[in-house]
């Protein structure tokens, strides 16, 4: 491919001052709106991005005699500095970037800010141009770690992940100069064609493709399988929404905000726009009750996007968002609308494992992404003591174990009078039997949820009831009075009215135990399942009987004998 003539100009901010007429399109720049007419009859402020008195444009870059042996009729020095490169985990280029190279040093000669624009070769200089100021976004600085990196063979950055496109496919306007990405593969010096959608009256950056349509430039290298059908692939501009080519805030990758989390809210998913416009509002989300841990795991620097989730630092856990979305790729949570364990479409392509080699493993299910954190790396306390006891929750959901609830296989219970028809609330609605199978989010996620007919988002962002429940589950006091309120998550899946008749509940004593004794369902029963490679057995262990040791200090379960023996009896056993 051709390379673009190692040409450029400057790209300046404008000052507080309001230009007279929008600064692009401009198709020359000689254009006296094009901000890289420097003279006179330029856009830009006197005395600092506007000559006092020099009338010729093209001086500030070329001359037809006496030019610098650089490049052919350039007129400037080249900059002496030593610049510090991008660099992320995830550049998986072989040859790095190192000192820019060809066009992109003659850009630098005014975008690093050692030297002044007005100053041509041999110290001529012009007035009116003095060096960029330092708080403005043009002046890049020595410092090129938060900008997309530059002087770098690009087929050498071709990495087994596939998501850059080959040589041959990038589009005529994308020129490589010797094979390498420098300033002029995105920038063209002289024309600045696509003024910005949201900004018509400025620059827009001497793109040499308009990044408002579907962010176009950047698309044009980076090609994710997925993106297009993606939920953040917005009409405009939609990589801007995270990224920030230059001057970036997160260097690595980058992002925009302090850290991944405000990069999702900084913008977007804050309550300051429609869902449409900013998407459903997460930061009060995590706000109310009990974030998912991200009020005291999410710190800068913990989450990197290269880390293997099998094996990150144990001293270092964190929940953030791009732990179980995969921002690029996200779809609407109906594309697809799943049914448990599948994924719906917020959940497609988050990382699971990865290779040593860089292969990753994609999540199939939803609790294949929850165990990531809640599986055999587990850093999460169990919320209740019990007597067969783990934090590896793909241990207690594991279908050889005598009892469980229906996450990843079908329940074990061949008869459960109180189960409902359907879920109630649920939106969109579900249908319950003793095959079907539930989702962890049936039960940790939101209680302002849309899936329960909230306005807020789903999932396990924040719920008003601990831990992360969409409803309540009293589950740290006994004896309670009994209130059907106290149970509320229970009886989303199961009808209290046969759960407490003794003539048709699989269990003639719920009655008694809840409603005149004031035991809590969670005193005898876990939620999530006993564990046989832990010592569950079917005769202790049916019927996800699992006493709470806080309040059963010792005690024994016969499922085939009918019979119980526990502290809190007068007498023991008590059979039924």
């Not at 995830?90 to 000192?99: D, N, V, Y």
């Not at 708080?135 to 997309?148: E, I």
């Not at 950055?157 to 005529?172: C, D, F, G, H, K």
């Not at 009075?481 to 009808?495: G, I, K, M, P, V």
């Amino acid at each position: 491919m051709a390379a673009r003539p190692m040409i450029t100009a400057l790209v300046f901010f404008l000052g507080t001052a309001a230009p007279a007429a929008a600064l692009s399109p401009s198709l020359s720049v000689t254009d006296s709106h094009n901000r890289h007419n420097l003279s006179v009859s330029g856009p830009g402020l006197t005395g600092a991005t506007r000559a006092s008195t020099e009338e010729r444009v093209c001086i500030f870059c070329h001359t037809p005699h006496h030019a610098t042996s650089i490049t052919p009729l350039w007129s400037r020095e080249l900059s002496s500095a030593l610049y510090t490169p991008y660099d992320s985990s995830t550049l998986k280029a072989i040859q790095k970037p190192g000192q820019p190279t060809g066009a992109s040093r003659l850009c630098l000669g005014c975008h690093d800010g050692t030297i002044a624009p007005g100053m041509l070769s041999g110290g001529k200089m012009i007035a009116g141009l003095p060096t960029l100021p330092t708080n403005v976004r043009s002046n890049l600085s020595t410092d090129l770690s938060d900008d997309h990196p530059i002087s770098f063979p690009y087929a050498g950055s071709i990495s087994v992940a596939a998501v850059l496109r080959l040589p041959a496919e990038l589009p005529p306007e994308i020129s490589l100069e010797d094979g390498r990405i420098e300033c002029t593969s995105c920038h063209d010096p002289h024309k600045d064609r696509y003024p910005p959608a949201d900004h018509p009256q400025k620059s827009g950056k001497f793109l040499v493709l308009d990044n408002n349509n579907y962010s176009a430039l950047c698309t044009a290298c980076h090609s994710r399988a997925g993106l297009t059908e993606g939920a953040h692939y917005l009409p405009g501009d939609p990589c801007e929404s995270c990224h920030q080519v230059h001057r970036a805030d997160q260097p690595a990758r980058l992002l925009k905000g302090a850290n991944v989390q405000e990069t999702c809210v900084l913008t977007c998913h804050n309550g300051t726009g429609t869902v449409e416009t900013s998407g459903t509002d997460i930061r009060s989300a995590s706000v109310f009750g009990k974030a998912h841990q991200t009020g005291r795991l999410v710190l800068s620097g913990r989450h990197d996007a290269d880390e293997n989730p099998l094996d990150f630092e144990p001293s270092q856990p964190h929940v953030e968002c791009v732990d179980c979305h995969n921002p690029c790729i996200t779809r609407h949570e109906s594309t697809p609308l799943a049914s448990p364990p599948t994924l719906n479409g917020r959940l497609v392509g988050v990382t699971i494992a990865k290779s040593p080699d860089g292969i990753k493993t994609y999540a199939d299910s939803e609790y294949a992404i929850c165990y990531k954190c809640h599986g055999d790396r587990s850093f999460v306390p169990p919320a209740v003591p019990r007597r067969v006891q783990t934090g590896d929750q793909s241990l207690r959901f594991a279908q050889e174990n005598p009892s469980y609830h229906p996450v990843s296989a079908p329940g074990k219970g061949m008869s459960v009078p109180s189960l409902r028809f359907e879920i109630v609330g649920f939106r969109p609605a579900r249908t319950l039997s003793i095959s079907s199978l539930i989702y962890c989010t049936d039960c940790h996620s939101s209680n302002k949820g849309s899936k329960v007919g909230g306005s807020g988002a789903s999932g396990p962002h924040g719920s008003d009831y601990q831990p992360i429940l969409m409803d309540r589950y009293e589950h740290d006091t006994y004896p309670l009075a009994y209130a059907e309120s106290n149970y509320s998550l229970c009886f989303r899946c199961h009808d209290q009215t046969i759960l407490l008749d003794p003539g048709r509940s699989a269990f003639p004593l719920h009655q008694s135990h809840l409603v005149n004794h004031q035991v809590p369902c969670s005193v005898c029963h876990d939620p999530h399942g006993v564990p046989l490679v832990l010592g569950g057995t079917t005769a202790a262990n049916s019927h996800l009987i699992n006493f709470d040791t806080r309040f059963v200090t010792t005690g024994s379960y016969d499922s085939p004998g009918r019979s119980c023996t526990v502290s809190c009896h007068s007498a023991n056993p008590r059979t039924y």
